[in-house]
């Protein structure tokens, strides 16, 4: 299976500083690859698709980008609502898997 | 809306079986493919499986293969999601997740609101 590896485990940030956040994968997942906010006690949200395409209703100042192997997922100015826990899924083979996750404090 | 909405949490003792339920509505049950991922205790994200609604197939990973079984009824557009012979390792909240892209391989767009399975003797 494709493992995933995100960095760094955590990240701690000042609010209106910006965020960037590394996934990993140990095969080319071409752009099938997936952001998702988690906050505690909730469901993941997804916030990017297909490597760069923000899903609907997501703030502009979350960016994905990448391709292959490597994926950025960028948060412009950090709002207070922004500190989670972020994942990557690859979408590209069965069975799909997430990293290991990446958690954004306040500094 | 498009919403997905899962059975309650559940409390079994080793070696039982639990069967979660999801229901769709706001959209076409059959349109869009249902997976299964389940989260420990203070851990991460980890896929279990897939079902197309419409013809019922199925995907499992391969760790939970034997031991999970999904299934839907189209007709009160619901997924099922049975694990037998739990263990402690299976205590977790449990998620259905669809895309809405109508891809198997896709990202998810739709969450369930989670189950919480809790395996103790």
């Known amino acids: 299976e494709i493992v995933m590896t995100q960095s760094p485990a955590t990240l701690s940030v000042s609010p209106g500083e910006r965020a960037t956040l590394s996934c990993r994968a140990s095969?080319?997942?071409?752009?099938?690859l997936a952001w998702y906010q988690q906050k505690p006690g909730q469901a993941p949200r997804l916030l990017i698709y297909?490597?760069?395409t923000r899903a609907t209703g997501i703030p502009a100042r979350f960016s994905g980008s990448g391709s292959g192997t490597d994926f950025t997922l960028t948060i412009s100015s950090l709002e207070p609502e922004d500190f989670a826990v972020y994942y990557c899924?690859?979408?590209?083979?069965?069975?799909?898997?997430f990293g290991q996750g990446t958690k954004v404090e306040i500094k | 809306q498009v919403q997905l909405v899962q059975s309650g949490a559940e409390v079994k003792k080793p070696g039982a079986s639990v069967k979660v339920s999801c229901k769709a509505s706001?959209?076409?049950?059959?349109?869009?493919?249902m997976h299964w991922v389940r989260q420990a205790p203070g851990q991460g994200l980890e896929w279990m499986g897939i079902?197309?609604?419409?013809?019922?197939?199925?995907s499992y990973a391969q760790k939970f293969q034997g031991r999970v079984t999904m299934t839907r009824d189209t007709s009160t557009s619901t997924v099922y999601m049975e694990l037998s012979s739990l263990r402690s390792e299976d205590t977790a909240v449990y998620y259905c997740?669809?895309?809405?892209?109508?891809?198997?391989?896709?990202?998810?767009?739709?969450w369930g609101q989670g189950t919480m399975v809790t395996v103790s003797s």
């Open positions: 297909g490597a760069s």
């Open positions: 079902i197309n609604p419409s013809g019922g197939s199925t």
């Open positions: 997740a669809a895309g809405l892209r109508g891809m198997a391989a896709d990202a998810f767009d739709i």
């Open positions: 095969q080319s997942v071409s752009s099938n």
């Open positions: 706001g959209y076409t049950f059959t349109s869009y493919y």
């Open positions: 899924q690859q979408c590209d083979t069965s069975p799909w898997t």
